[in-house]
């Protein structure tokens, strides 16, 4: 690890003013960011905290009935706290990493660095969920823009995340035996005006919707639905742990499990 | 009713309170005064020519002391292998110079290049990071069929890259060729053996310090053998007397084998603390042991079996290809030849076997012997084979062994590959599995998982494993450069108490508690008046440490031949203090009686009397008790047993899942069961983590794919069951006072064919017929892909 600064601003106008110093960098839970740093693969000159934000913590239901979490609320505290509102999203951020991870990683922190194998991105872009940050609102429609890159502005942070309630949803993800990071997770949402359905994991370019899935079950919400689409290996990730066709597979392979299991 | 104390008590094991509490003395928690900090800048290429290393920069840097190359080392020698073979055709193995810091070339990423000494850590990575490599990258050999080709050489002074073309028993060969011609059936299999990182939970860590008034160098050190590393790195590499070097291993958190070698840390930082006249340290990363400690396996095999119509075994042929990586580690000749090859025999009587091995040099990190050492590759290639066989035959995969086994009336058993069994029951341990794994209920289970879309099946092997290492003068004609005795001391106190130092070293394995069971139940007194010493050369007798289950059966051994010493002794002084004849003196709870009267005299009095000679027979004997011993076997021990597990694969995404393993262990007598379970559990889940889950990954450039725990996967909690293990079943080894084999290696070497059986089971059970085999790690994605076929 290098040297480096290190402040932890109270407010989201301290920590925005904080983030304008050069090469500053958004700690979040720091699960990926300390890790970076102690390989020596990030070296960030001011390491600005948005854990002593109050605001910025914590769940709570809109009066639009969307359920909101602040950006620095720990996944624990949404597994906890948005179990009741919106079971599928708490079930996906009590299932990310381990104890440890889950009580220091927060929502804001994994959709700011969007890894193509995190659970967050799935949730989000599957519940076409709104990226809220310190300077505008983003639908995440908008937002994922690859492997780790997002719609978000150098300094700008996410301060909340609004996630409208559907009707049914389920996350299913299979995991990458080493890091039990998603090898492929498919994150189905069935809303009044239709399903979405949402892939992490799988692709070289990040999270994405897979259109068909979501035409089939929007016209009949069931596992036979998709059971004639085919998923292309083209574009998928090929690694130790799964070839580009074994990723395609899974995709088809949990999308019916997740309508299974969210009935 | 269990003993509960003594021999075959499952007594708590007594490191554990410091362990579990924090309070274990491992290297990293030792800091010396005025200690600096080394830190190694390692090779990112797998192959180069070294033009130039510009410290200069470095050197400059804030805190950094000294910045060391390999011209540094100039004058010292480089480090040494401990095992020649000869090959085949009669000629020594090629044994390139291997030096502390690479010299001219770089041969694999991770490789040593310059030691940066600061007064801090970070100050001496700093400067890592300043030092200026000037480098021509040269083509990488990582496949090891291409590098014994020819080609691009690893050293190109010693014009091959094929280290040694090995045959076993040769003079069989021509035998072997023909038994195979007019065999009935043949059944062949290509599989690999999948090259492994050790992952102990304590990454290696050294201090070198040097007294120089005294002209003493200490090295503080992870090893599984201090003795060891002072001779190799003392006599071999710095030239430093043993009297002027001492060795300190103190606790050690895991080896599995990758802590008996020396490695190029411990003499670095040995050498700079005597330029420097300060301690140094060095701490490996985790990183840095992915890329530094020796790896395991790396087998790449071919093996025949020729069988009768009958299916009785007619012969054995192997052609394998093992990897040592870019430089010859302390033992790694010996891994892939004698403790390979002498094992192919198996549980069987297959009369005649060739073992043909090519061991090959690639830009890869050094490979030596990892938790069962040859012998897990194998067993796994021998259960896979005749697994293979049964269902090629239409055989019942355990009849088909049962046939072949060496019967229980036929030990001593003379194998075709050198080494002779002592003793054994094979068909009791399969006997014992069947009923312990439930096997009759299998075809319940099986429906069950087939209503819930999963394919169940079932894999059940057999094993059997050379410990006790080992003969010495039988080791010295195959090749090795060190005795494998072992030794210990036991110095009776005055008042009574105990002090055993072995030669023998513990990290993990409850020497602590097990040797002190025997000890006290060899006298008669409560475990906890025994102290049982380790890991420092400079108070305990000249040993070869912890490593192919050999603790007990030779360190044991030794400590039970001094303390016979001491009893006997201690006999003479009883039988002066009673006033009896030493023939009619007798042992029994702590206390000597005369034989047929009452007698007698407590153990306390005995040592009080050794030590006060007041009355005592001072013309015949000597005051004191303590004695010395050194044992070395007439044979190794052969713990052997049948390992049944049951899988359900899901066949939709190819994820194997373990529901069930079984275990039951011949090992002879036991000291503590429960120790002996501990042992049988933690090798089960590195055979599982093998057949499963770990699998060490080169890209064609030589590059590590799998160097972090994001992508090499260690099996967790939940990816092993709850094991059912039992060792009822006991043939004592005839040949060692305790009757004991050794329990260390057998549930790492046992395991992984039973998995792999148990997959392809649940494959041709489910109608998926065209896999044969699937190599092991077996990931959810190529199992998959071997369903797709």
């Known amino acids: 690890m290098y040297a480096f600064d290190f402040v932890k601003p109270s407010s989201i106008d301290g920590a925005a003013e904080a983030l304008q110093e050069e090469e500053a960098m958004a700690l979040g839970g720091g699960q990926t960011l300390i890790p970076s740093m102690k390989q020596r693969l990030a070296a960030p000159s001011v390491l600005v905290s948005l854990g002593g934000i109050a605001e910025m913590r914590g769940v709570c239901i809109a009066d639009d009935g969307a359920v909101c979490i602040g950006g620095a609320t720990p996944h624990a505290v949404v597994a906890a706290e948005a179990a009741a509102s919106y079971p599928a999203l708490a079930a996906l951020a009590g299932g990310i990493g381990d104890p440890a991870v889950r009580n220091r990683g927060t929502i804001g922190g994994s959709l700011a660095n969007n890894d193509p194998s995190a659970c967050y991105p799935a949730a989000a872009l599957g519940s076409g969920a709104t990226i809220v940050t310190n300077t505008r609102k983003i639908a995440a429609d908008d937002y994922f823009e690859g492997m780790f890159t997002t719609a978000l502005e150098p300094g700008e942070i996410i301060t909340e995340v609004r996630f409208p309630v559907p009707q049914a949803a389920n996350y299913q993800k299979f995991l990458q035996p080493a890091s039990r990071f998603a090898l492929t997770g498919v994150f189905v949402a069935k809303y009044a005006d239709g399903v979405r359905v949402a892939v992490t994991g799988a692709s070289e370019g990040g999270v994405f919707r897979w259109s068909e899935a979501e035409a089939a079950l929007s016209a009949d919400f069931s596992p036979a639905a998709v059971e004639g689409l085919t998923v292309s290996p083209e574009g998928m990730i090929g690694d130790l742990h799964g070839t580009p066709a074994y990723r395609a597979n899974l995709v088809k392979v949990l999308t019916k499990r997740a309508v299974a299991a969210a009935g | ?404 086994f060496v019967q229980p009336d036929e030990f001593p058993y003379q194998t075709p590959v050198a080494v002779v069994y002592d003793t054994g029951n094979y068909q009791a341990t399969m006997d014992k599995l069947l009923d312990i794994a439930d096997v009759a209920g299998f075809e319940a289970r099986r429906a069950e998982s087939a209503e819930a879309g999963k394919l169940r099946g079932l894999g059940l092997n057999c094993y059997i494993e050379a410990c006790g290492i080992a003969p010495s003068n039988l080791v010295g004609q195959l090749g090795a450069r060190a005795g494998l005795y072992e030794s210990a001391t036991v110095r009776v106190n005055a008042t009574g108490g105990i002090v055993v130092m072995t030669g023998s070293h513990s990290h993990g394995q409850g020497h602590e508690t097990t040797f002190a069971q025997v000890i006290a139940d060899m006298i008669g007194i409560a475990e906890n008046q025994v102290e049982i010493v380790h890991g420092d050369t400079a108070n305990t007798p000249m040993g070869m440490g912890t490593y192919g289950s050999r603790s007990l059966a030779v360190g044991g051994s030794a400590m039970v031949r001094a303390a016979n010493k001491v009893i006997n002794k201690a006999k ?103 120790i002996v379970e501990g042992q049988v559990h933690g090798g089960l889940a590195q055979g599982i983590g093998q057949a499963l889950l770990e699998g060490v990954s080169y890209d064609e450039n030589g590059q590590l794919l799998s160097g972090s725990y994001m992508d090499y996967a260690m099996p967790r909690a939940d990816d092993v069951p709850s094991y059912v293990v039992d060792h009822s079943c006991q043939t004592p080894c005839t040949h060692n006072p305790l009757g004991v084999k050794g329990c260390g290696e057998a549930g790492a070497i046992g395991s992984p064919p039973a998995v792999v059986n148990a997959v392809i089971d649940a494959l041709h059970r489910g109608g998926i017929t065209h896999v044969t085999h699937i190599d092991m790690p077996l990931t959810p994605g190529r199992v998959w892909s071997a369903i797709q076929g």
């Not at chain 2, 085949?88 to 770089?106: F, Q, S, V, Y």
């Not at chain 2, 070395?632 to 994820?655: I, L, R």
């Open chain 2, 1 to 404: 009713m269990p003993k509960d104390h003594g021999i075959g008590a499952s007594s708590k094991r007594r490191e554990d309170v410091r362990f579990l509490s924090g309070r274990g003395r491992y290297t990293d928690d030792m800091n010396l005064a005025r200690q600096a900090y080394a830190v190694f800048l390692r090779a990112q290429v797998a192959h180069a020519k070294i033009n130039k290393i510009d410290t200069t920069d470095a050197a400059a840097m804030p805190g950094v002391i000294r910045v060391f190359t390999a011209q540094d080392f100039s004058g010292v020698g480089g480090l040494p292998c401990g095992w020649q073979v000869t090959d085949r055709h009669g000629n020594a193995m090629l044994e390139p110079k291997h030096p502390i810091l690479a010299e001219g070339k770089i041969r694999y990423v991770g490789e040593a290049l310059a030691m940066i000494v600061a007064e801090t850590e970070a100050q001496a990575r700093d400067a890592a990071e300043a030092i200026v490599m000037d480098v021509e990258d040269l083509p990488a050999v990582v496949d090891m069929k291409a590098a014994a080709a020819g080609g691009t050489l690893v050293h190109d002074d010693i014009g091959s890259n094929l280290c040694y073309d090995w045959g076993f028993v040769e003079d069989n060969k021509a035998a072997v060729d023909e038994a195979f011609a007019r065999a009935d059936h043949v059944t062949t299999l290509e599989l690999v053996n999948n090259r492994l990182a050790p992952n102990p939970m304590e990454p290696r860590v050294a201090i070198g310090d040097y007294d120089f008034s005294t002209d003493q160098h200490t090295l503080y050190t992870t090893s599984q053998n201090p003795h060891v590393i002072r001779l190799l790195m003392g006599a071999f590499v710095l030239g430093i007397p043993e009297h002027k070097l001492r060795v300190v291993a103190p606790d050690v958190g895991g080896g599995f084998g990758s802590k008996i070698f020396h490695y190029a840390e411990e003499a670095a930082v040995t050498f700079a603390a005597k330029e420097l006249r300060r301690p140094v340290k060095w701490t490996s990363t985790r990183s840095e042991a992915f890329i530094t400690d020796a790896h395991g396996r790396d087998h790449v095999t071919k093996i025949e079996l020729a069988l009768d119509k009958d299916g009785h075994f007619q012969a054995i042929r192997t052609e394998t290809f093992a990897n040592m990586g870019a430089y010859l580690s302390t033992f790694a000749p010996s891994v892939p030849t004698w403790l390979h090859g002498t094992l192919m025999a198996g549980n069987y009587k297959t009369p005649l076997i060739y073992v043909n091995v090519k061991a090959v040099f690639t830009n890869t990190v050094p490979v030596d012997a990892y938790r069962g050492a040859g012998r897990p590759e194998a067993t796994f290639q021998l259960e896979r084979v005749i697994d293979k066989a049964a269902r090629e035959m239409g055989m019942d995969p355990v009849e088909l062994r049962r046939k072949n």
């Open chain 2, 572 to 674: 003479k002084i009883a039988a002066h203090l009673l006033e009896a004849s030493e023939a009619d003196i007798e042992l029994k709870d702590g206390a000597f009686s005369v034989a047929g009267t009452d007698k007698s005299v407590d153990w306390g009095s005995v040592c009080l009397a050794a030590y006060v000679p007041h009355n005592y027979p001072l013309e015949d004997l000597e005051p004191g008790l303590e004695e010395t011993a050194f044992y070395d076997p007439s044979n190794f021990t052969y713990p052997a047993g049948a390992y049944a597990c049951e899988v359900e694969v899901d066949p939709e995404t190819g994820k194997v899942t373990i529901c069930a393993f079984a275990a039951a262990d011949d090992f002879g007598n036991v000291v503590n069961p429960m």
